[in-house]
Every structure is written in C-alpha cells, then in structure tokens.
C-alpha cells in the first residue's frame, strides 16, 4: 500500500472547510455497517471540518467548529475554502479496480455493438488473454502512465482511495512490472492506492490445459517474490467456471497468507460457488456475487467478509440482471460497491455512475450506496480505522459535490458534479484532468468474457 500522506514544506498544514450545506459524516463504528444501518450517513447541516497535518482535526455543526480554541488563536494560518452550501463527504473509495492495461478492447466492444452473442464473442477466443501481449509489451514507465490516467479519472470524480489489482500480465516478471507500475504510479498520485496481485486472473495460454501448474508457479514463485518486494497489500483469485476452481482458490489463498498478504476473490459472477471454504481463509471481500446460494448468504451475515458489488460489469454487458443488493443488505450482508474499472467489462472509473446503478438497478436508496462507497469500502480494504469517514484521526480525505441535496449523487446520471477533492488535508482543486492523452487505441484484440 501506498500512503501518500506526506506533507512537503510548502503545503500547507491547515485547512477549514466551511459553508458546508450537508455534511455526511458517515459516523460510527469503524466496522462494516449492515441492515438498516447501511443508511445511517451522520448527516450535519451548516456543518464546517478542519483538517490539520492531514486529519481531521474538528467536525461539527459550523458555530460549534469555529469556537474551536485553537482555530481562534490561529485563524490566520488556515487556510480556508467556502463551500457555498454544496455536499460535502468522505472521498469514495473504489475497492475493485484493474488499471494496469494498456489498450481497450474496440474489436470486442464492435461485436457486441453489432449484435454477437456472448457465446459467439467467447467463440472467438480471448478475453483477459487479449490484453496479455500489450502489457508483456509495454515498458514499465508507459504502463505506469497508463495506471495514472486511470487514477486521475477517478480523482476527478470524488474518488480518494482505490485498489488496484495487476492480472493482464500473468508471468513473474509482468505481474511484477504490473505492481510496479501501479506503485509508480501511485507516487505521484495524491490518493491513497491499495495494491493487489491478480496472478490468478486466468491461466496464461502457455500454460492451456496445465492450469495447476499455473497454479504451482502462483504460489511457489509469484507470491513469495511479490510478498517479499512488499508490492501487493493483497492477493485476488477469480474463482469461476472457467478460470480457476474452489481448490485451486484455496491453495492460493493459502500460499498469500503464509506469507501476511490478506486475500479477496472474484467469485460467484456467471455461476454460484459454495462459499464456506474460501470464507475459512478470512478474505477482506468476496467480489461479483451476482448469484449466490441462500445457505451462503446467511453464512456471509455472519462475517466481516465484505461482499462488493460491481454493477458497471453488468451494465456494460448489457446484462438484465444485477447483483440482488436488497437480498444481501437485507439479510445483513456487508455490501459494498466499486467501479471494476478495466478494459474488457466495465470501462469506467466513475463512482458516481456506480452509485447512481445500484439506486435505479439495484434498489439501493442514496445513502445505502454512499455508505457502500466509503466505510463499507473502506472495511474491503481493512482501512476503516483511517478511511471511509469524516471524524477526528481519520485521514482528511473528502469530496466537495456542486449541489444541494446528497440524493442529487445517485440522481444525475453521466454528469461529474465533483467540484473538488481534499487529499490528506490538501486540496486538490480543480480535479485534474489525465496527465497522458486518452487510452491508445490498439484495435488488434479479439474478445473478452471477463474484465
Ligand atoms: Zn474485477
């Protein structure tokens, strides 16, 4: 993980946030909120934060932070934004995201636009190997380029902290120039950027039809060297019909946590998986689960396990159907929701767009889905001692709406609203644009079935 709370001299320590017309707090125990719960977001009207040495330092209704001893004494040292009366919360945190590509994926995205099926796409071979040799490819510094304007188009639209997993290299020494990249760049990133190792994203086609051998190299070469460089916070596994099985999965969550890295899965997306034995290695998320078994449900309320939702895949996909968030909320599921930025099934990193699907598609009111955006997010990442809400000791990251009324966040649909973020108690404004040009255009892939 990359922590880029890191004040230089020039910056400065202190910042006051006032004006604020609505302040969602997102208040309570650092732990996954669940049920009814899900909506509490510790609204503060006419509220104000101040933000010293990148934390909050004071949150509160206005009258109440401005007779704040110190703040009197030092008025003059703080710096101050007027916030006009907008909505101010916790940055969003994307908690599921692949940035470490180089190409989108035209040619697949042509068939689909022109009617093929999913099965005749699948037919035509690729997938996540289409993005492989673009990646084996690129050098190291391009790649990281690509991964920052992934970045900066999350940042844009409120998003303060994201994971970012490798997985379109799939050898030792790509997977490593993936993490690299993304720990590049992540240093010149203001955001805060948790990594993941997706070795397991798909078997190589070098390694067609001897996927446990795959699986061997995974866990005897890729991890340990991973581990061992302090490149990845994570390692993900896409368990799925297809890519790798339930026993394959747990020889490579096994492996991750013999060396202290935590564990999340891509799981239950096209078919249901029994949950209880990847459970048994305390992953921080399980991730997808658009179709999950009643019995595993119940067992998933009794966890700290997050189940993150990604609706971008489905909506990209042209599915009917969502991930079913009303039964898992409702049976007190921890839910959180993440873009799943990557080329081949959800090429947005927009949050909001996220959050505005899990309302009109899933049923999520506003402030369940703002909650899955940040604490719940945050406790998928194991940050929720210093992220996903507004309260004195956290990290003094926040995003600044131009509007009114929280709701008007999951009501504008593909209009970034985002007037401006504060990254570690400095801010960031205006949102930047990508520092590169647009994502190049490759054209040569052929399909995709999965991100
Ligand atoms: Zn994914």
Not at 367 to 377: G, K, P, R, V, Y
Request: hydrophobic share 40%.
């Amino acid at each position: 993980m990359v922590d880029s709370i890191v004040l230089t001299a020039k910056q400065n320590p202190y910042l006051l946030l006032s004006n604020i017309g609505q302040l969602l707090t997102l208040r309570g125990k650092s732990a996954p909120r669940r049920g009814s719960a899900l909506k509490e977001i510790g609204l503060i009207e006419d509220a104000a934060v101040l933000c010293a040495g990148g934390r909050i330092a004071a949150v509160g209704e206005q009258r109440e932070v401005l007779r704040d001893q110190w703040l009197k004494k030092n008025k003059r040292k703080v710096e101050e934004i007027d916030c006009k009366g907008r909505v101010v919360l916790p940055g969003l945190i994307d908690s599921h995201t692949h940035p470490a590509f180089v190409e989108p994926r035209l040619v697949d995205f042509e068939k689909r636009t022109s009617g093929a099926t999913y099965e005749e796409i699948a037919a035509a071979g690729g997938g996540i190997r289409s993005s492989l040799s673009s990646v084996r490819k690129a050098t190291r510094a391009h790649l990281a380029d690509r991964v920052l304007a992934g970045f900066e188009g999350m940042l844009e639209q409120g998003t303060t902290t994201v994971e970012a997993k490798s997985g379109y290299g799939l050898t030792a020494k790509d997977e490593t120039k993936s993490l690299q990249a993304i720990r590049d760049a992540a240093q010149r990133w203001p955001g805060t950027v948790v990594s993941t190792l997706l070795a397991a994203h798909v078997a190589p086609p070098e390694f067609a039809g001897k996927e446990d051998e795959y699986v061997e190299l995974i866990c005897r070469e890729i991890i340990p060297q991973i581990a061992k460089q302090r490149l990845a916070g994570f390692v993900d596994v896409f368990c799925e019909r297809g890519a790798f099985s339930l026993e394959q999965s747990e020889k490579i969550f096994a492996a991750a946590r013999a060396r202290g890295l935590g564990t999340r899965a891509h799981v239950c997306q096209f078919t249901a998986s029994k949950l209880d034995r990847l459970l048994a290695h305390q992953p921080a998320s399980l991730d997808h689960m658009d179709c999950v078994a009643a019995e595993d449900v119940s067992l998933l309320a009794q966890r700290e396990t997050v189940a993150t939702l990604l609706p971008g895949a489905n909506y990209f996909l042209g599915h009917r159907e969502f991930p079913d968030a009303r039964r898992l909320i409702d049976s007190g599921v921890a839910v959180a929701l993440a873009t799943d930025y990557n080329p081949g099934t959800s090429p947005t990193p927009s949050m909001p767009f996220v959050i505005s699907l899990a309302c009109t598609h899933m049923k999520m009111s506003v402030a369940e889905a703002i909650s899955a955006s940040t604490i719940n997010a945050a406790c998928a990442l194991r940050l929720e001692t210093r992220k996903g809400s507004v309260e004195a000791g956290k990290d003094a990251d926040l995003a600044v709406f131009d509007f009114k009324d929280y709701r008007e966040l999951g009501y504008w649909v593909a209009w970034n609203r985002c007037e401006r973020v504060i990254v570690g108690g400095q801010n960031e404004h205006p949102p930047r644009r990508p520092t590169t040009a647009g994502l190049q255009h490759g054209g040569t892939e052929k399909s995709e079935l999965n991100s």
